[in-house]
């Protein structure tokens, strides 16, 4: 494929009758000293950062994917704001959809004239060192990769101008195919036992990482360690053509693909860090920490002028503050109507004008006047619970069993079901066992009515996203049975619901409410390190193994991130959690790790509130009002302050300021073991 994208650029000997190809050099975007390459969106925050986050202060750094793309870094008012450059087909560079110049460099060169366009002026460009090269590829500089570029063009007989020219990035592929077998991380054909033994020797570092070629010669395998664990994932060769890790995003080359998971967890653990070298190689730089030792900033007049108000900055947009659109008044305005807001009992609501960013129409407020949602799994408290010791064990079957069924489809003889334990949208819940070899599992199995073929497709997205899933308090896929009808099965929680367990349990002391606060947090930290958003986290959604085991469960919402983006953003308003979700969710429809933080905010609520209603019987409109006006939810009763000092946190309007759920955890199992010393 690559070299027929190419094939028309070689000429035969003596073409040129002698005379030397003209060589056009790398191109001027590379060479300059404020473009650093391939660093991250973290990277370039911290090189700012540290050379003082003055307003104009900007660098340029190029994408990982695709190929060809920037990005323009730049400080303004204390923050970093981060513009794309997209190539387009015909070569010309622009910034959504705007003016179209030959270069990035021309690009910027234009906004420095004081047009309009960007936050401020591009005024001061922040450079490398004179010591400091641009990463084209972790390991390898830019200079080098034109060396090896000219290198191949010349063996191909290939015109240098042309090569490098207009066709440099199928000649790029080219370069970078074998391009892995002069990295530190790649270690050749080793087995997996040797492959633990070299990473053991060097020592765990989250992060630290290996690849190697399989017995197969044909695949590749990549251990990674991640809290003091190895990891291990197969690297698929797709067609010849590009690598990928299972389910994984494809790429041209393998330092393409370790690139981006330096940059980006995309379904790891945790991002690869540092190499875990092999013998007799050179170990190349990786990391790019020296970019921050010895930051050199090139002001036009020798030091920065002090920053001009944004209000006094002429023929510069003003930057749009970080809030929601005002909620409109209850009265109609001509150019600007009421959002719509939910009709009781499900009827109907009015249609959203496009192109408006407002309160999505839903089928019918979230709420527990409708019981539990109608695709959480309900299920009889047994006869004789469930010991802890029981749980463990069959958590322990569950993790041995997954990876040997996961690959196959379970046959339907395989999965027996007895009692109805809920409904859905689109089938039941129900409870029942699979025969395995040598095990038999309790299983909770989401079967498919009718045979709807848009259940049939929401329940394979579900199970696929489910598949990459593998931790303790996250409910397991088993497997997917298709008999009659589509079934997905699933680990079973015999207790149920978390929202029905509180109900019925007044008594519970404080340390074992902030248990079940700890263990989601564990699971949600989990879904944040794979970059998994949930959609639906509330105590009707967390089942229990036991009374001290908890397992997040129902996955139909939950979408990945794309790896070319910070968010998930949903393409129409559907039947939302609304007391559950975060302002941003349902202005612009957008989803991430910290709207998450919003919902987990609500359950603690819920949990310390023993299963109670958020927000009373307040209808949507005016929840939102509620929370716009800086109101929040009231602390329950008897809740320590320091449990609703992490709610607040989580209600925060700017997503910004909410904690991650690693922040969070630390806080909660100190608090955890201090209610369970004092037995409270």
């Not at 910004?656 to 073991?673: A, Q």
Request: aromatic fraction near 8%.
């Amino acid at each position: 494929m690559f070299k027929k994208a190419i094939s028309f650029i070689h000429r035969p000997p003596g073409a040129n009758n002698g005379e030397m190809d003209e060589d056009p050099g790398i191109p001027r975007v590379y060479s300059e000293p404020y473009f650093y390459g391939r660093i991250t969106r973290q990277e370039a925050e911290d090189i700012l950062t540290v050379n003082g986050k003055q307003d104009g202060l900007y660098l340029l750094r190029e994408s990982i994917t695709p190929l060809g793309n920037f990005s323009l870094s730049m400080a303004f008012q204390g923050n970093i704001v981060h513009y794309s450059i997209e190539k387009k087909i015909d070569g010309q560079y622009t910034i959504a959809d705007d003016m179209a110049f030959t270069d990035p460099v021309a690009l910027i060169h234009h906004y420095q004239s004081g047009h309009c366009g960007f936050v401020t002026v591009p005024r001061f460009p922040c450079s490398r060192s004179a010591d400091q090269e641009a990463v084209a590829f972790r390991g390898l500089s830019y200079n080098d990769l034109h060396s090896l570029m000219k290198e191949k063009a010349r063996s191909m007989n290939a015109s240098l101008s042309r090569a490098l020219g207009t066709m440099r990035e199928s000649l790029l592929i080219l370069v970078l195919r074998n391009m892995h077998e002069r990295m530190p991380w790649y270690h050749g054909e080793i087995t997996r036992e040797e492959c633990i033994r070299r990473l053991e020797e060097s020592g765990h570092e989250d992060g630290k990482f290996i690849i190697r070629k399989r017995a197969d010669n044909q695949t590749f395998a990549l251990t990674m360690s991640c809290d003091g664990q190895m990891r291990h994932y197969f690297i698929l060769v797709n067609d010849g053509e590009t690598y990928s890790i299972e389910n994984g995003q494809r790429f041209k080359a393998l330092i393409i693909l370790v690139d981006h998971y330096h940059n980006k967890r995309d379904g790891l653990p945790c991002k690869l860090t540092t190499p875990c070298p092999a013998p007799n190689i050179r170990h190349q730089v990786f990391e790019i920490n020296l970019l921050l030792k010895n930051p050199v900033c090139e002001f036009s007049s020798g030091t920065p002028p002090r920053p001009k108000p944004p209000s006094s900055l002429p023929d510069i947009a003003k930057p749009i503050p970080p809030r929601l659109p005002p909620i409109p008044s209850s009265g109609r305005t001509p150019d600007r109507p009421p959002p719509p807001v939910p009709a009781p009992n499900g009827a109907p609501g009015v249609d959203i004008p496009p192109r408006e960013k407002r309160i999505p129409f839903m089928e019918k407020s979230t709420s527990e006047e409708t019981t539990d949602d109608e695709d959480t799994v309900k299920t009889c408290l047994p006869d004789s619970p469930m010991t802890h010791e029981d749980a463990e064990k069959l958590e322990s079957v569950y993790i041995d069993i997954r990876e040997d069924v996961m690959s196959n489809d379970l046959q339907p003889e395989q999965v027996i079901l007895e009692g109805k334990l809920g409904s859905g949208q689109f089938g039941e819940v129900k409870k029942g066992v699979c025969h395995l070899v040598n095990k038999t599992v309790p299983v909770a199995v989401k079967t498919l009515k009718n045979n709807d073929p848009a259940g049939e497709k929401e329940i394979l997205r579900e199970a696929t996203l489910m598949k990459r899933l593998d931790h303790q308090h996250i409910v397991r896929m088993i497997g997917v049975c298709k008999g009659e009808s589509l079934m997905l099965v699933m680990e079973l929680a015999e207790l149920g619901p978390l929202k029905k367990y509180l109900e019925k349990h007044l008594e519970m002391k404080v340390w074992h409410q902030v248990e079940m606060m700890l263990q989601i947090c564990d699971g949600m930290q989990y879904l944040e390190s794979r970059d998994v958003v949930h959609r639906d986290l509330a105590t009707r959604n967390v089942l229990l193994v036991t009374e001290h085991f908890a397992k997040i469960s129902d996955f139909g919402m939950s979408r990945m991130v794309d790896s070319n983006s910070e968010y998930y953003h949903a393409h129409g308003p559907g039947r939302w959690p609304l007391m559950w979700y975060a302002p941003e969710c349902l202005y612009y429809h957008k989803f991430d790790s910290k709207s998450d933080v919003w919902s987990f905010g609500v359950t603690l609520w819920e949990i310390m509130s023993f299963g109670a209603r958020p927000y009373d019987r307040k209808r949507p409109q005016e929840i939102l009002n509620f929370i716009e006006s800086g109101n929040r939810l009231r602390k329950p009763k008897n809740c320590d302050d320091r449990l609703y000092n992490i709610m607040l946190s989580c209600w925060a309007l700017e997503k910004g300021k909410r904690p991650t759920f690693r922040e969070m955890k630390p806080t909660l199992d100190h608090l955890y073991k201090e209610f369970k010393i004092t037995n409270m």
